[in-house]
């Protein structure tokens, strides 16, 4: 929201009229002198704390400031992220912690008093014991017709407790949600247990919604509305372990981001869906999704793969198994992650890369993949298909192992217009268990790129 459009609804308060727009009596600074769309323009990108601070200027200017403040985003200070975790086991200053953050959230509740809010945001390791709090922050971002909702309240430092129980804070209203009508556009939820009910509600209550992120939630079974979402364009929804269907109607999404287990997939409608990223868990398959009809859009130009070391098998005995893909025709960028170990080979795999004609640019990253001191050897190069579009090839992480130098000589043998080869040296040893990269393992990639071809190294 544009802030110098709400100059008209605050007229008649006697510290903002025209002549006199906040008091400065309490003071010599004449800051508080400056027109309050000027102040409300210099104070946009400050946080709700900095904004706390503007007391040390005036305290009627802070009261006012927090009084119509349109963002309001708590998140912990640099220090107690610092000294987190060093008490992260101790329950005793963990809820000293805790009850001195919700006090301060509460308070500056309690001085807001205009009627909307841009964008309400919480930021901090809370359990289910500050439910009731978390209860009353939803209301009051419903009543204060809030346009971005973003809660996260992921634990700093994993313990037993949060891992057992990782979210317990809920938000459970399975009725439409008449306070969201024409307002919330950006929907943010992380490590909040939302029932499948209260999603349809939500998505039912805001036809306006845009963006729509859910990472981490226990009670989450399916993501569904009966109505068409006419306005969602980014639809995320991450490491939900309950979570077995999607079935929704979006005309309007350019981009679906979906990490977890194998889901039955079912995005109706979407024929404005450029992008697209699936990534699986360690031990979970990852080729469903490529039974999905939305993978093959006649307008999808960008894929993200993560793809677990489960799909890689040993083909050191066993060979190269090669896996079958349908034609992705228009596909032009491929982001592939994948994490896998010494044994793993990508040459299975090369079926899809071959299966996209259009691609101009590849990604190629491998995280927790190391030697170990085993002897290897590389596989056979395996010649395929033309690859006549791709120009760019890339290689994040690169630490010269087996799967890296099978990949590049791939491409290098079937790229037959490659122009460029973008090397990223891994910044720390995998498992930290190798000696930092030795030169002569870049050197190895570098003498067998084509002549012609730009070798560009950016070091860690």
Request: aromatic content about 10%; overall charge neutral; hydrophobic content about 40%.
């Amino acid at each position: 929201m544009c802030l110098l459009e709400n100059n008209s609804r605050h007229a008649s308060d006697p510290c903002i009229r025209k002549g006199h727009e906040v008091s400065s009596s309490e003071t010599n600074d004449r800051l508080p002198e400056l027109p309050r769309d000027v102040l409300l323009l210099i104070l946009s990108s400050f946080t709700t704390k900095e904004v706390k601070r503007t007391s040390l200027i005036s305290k009627k200017w802070n009261t006012w400031l927090l009084g119509f403040y349109p963002k309001i985003n708590f998140e912990p200070s640099k220090t107690i992220k610092d000294t987190w975790y060093e008490i992260r086991n101790n329950d005793d200053e963990l809820a000293k912690k805790r009850t001195k953050f919700v006090t301060w959230v509460d308070q500056v509740l309690k001085q807001h008093v205009d009627s909307s809010i841009d964008e309400f945001r919480v930021v901090f390791d809370l359990d289910n014991s500050w439910q009731s709090h978390v209860d009353k922050w939803v209301s009051f971002a419903l009543t204060k017709q809030v346009k971005t909702l973003d809660f996260n309240f992921q634990p700093v430092y994993d313990r037993l407790d949060t891992l057992l129980n990782r979210c317990g804070l809920t938000i459970d209203h399975c009725t439409p949600l008449p306070g969201f009508n024409h307002s919330l556009t950006t929907l943010r939820l992380r490590d909040v247990n939302i029932t499948s009910e209260a999603v349809e509600s939500i998505l039912l209550s805001c036809p306006f919604l845009e963006n729509l992120n859910i990472i981490y939630s226990e009670l989450l079974t399916s993501i569904k509305c009966r109505a068409s979402l006419v306005s969602l364009k980014h639809f995320d929804v991450s490491c939900c372990f309950k979570l077995k269907k999607i079935d929704i109607s979006a005309p309007k999404m350019v981009c679906f981001r979906y990490r977890g287990k194998p889901v039955e997939l079912n995005i109706r409608n979407a024929v404005s869906l450029s992008s697209v990223y699936i990534a699986a868990g360690p031990g979970e398959d990852i080729l469903y999704a490529f039974d999905h009809p939305a993978m093959y859009l006649p307008q999808l130009e960008a894929l993200s793969l993560g793809i677990p070391v489960a799909d890689f098998a040993s083909e050191l005995t066993v060979g190269v198994k090669l896996l079958k893909f349908p034609v992705l025709t228009t596909l032009k960028v491929l982001d592939i992650s994948i994490r896998g170990c010494h044994l793993s080979s990508f040459l299975s795999w090369t079926p899809l890369i071959e299966a996209c004609p259009a691609l101009e640019k590849l990604t190629f990253k491998v995280d927790y993949c190391y030697d170990c001191g085993i002897d290897w050897k590389i596989l056979d190069r395996r010649d395929g298909s033309p690859l006549v579009s791709l120009k760019t090839f890339e290689i994040l992480s690169y630490a010269g192992r087996r799967i890296d130098i099978e990949l590049a000589g791939f491409i290098f043998e079937n790229a037959i217009n490659l122009q460029e080869v973008i090397v990223q040296v891994a910044s720390d040893p995998p498992y930290k268990r190798e000696k930092p990269l030795p030169p002569a393992r870049i050197s190895i990639l570098k003498d067998m790129v084509p002549p012609g071809v730009a070798f560009i190294l950016m070091e860690p």
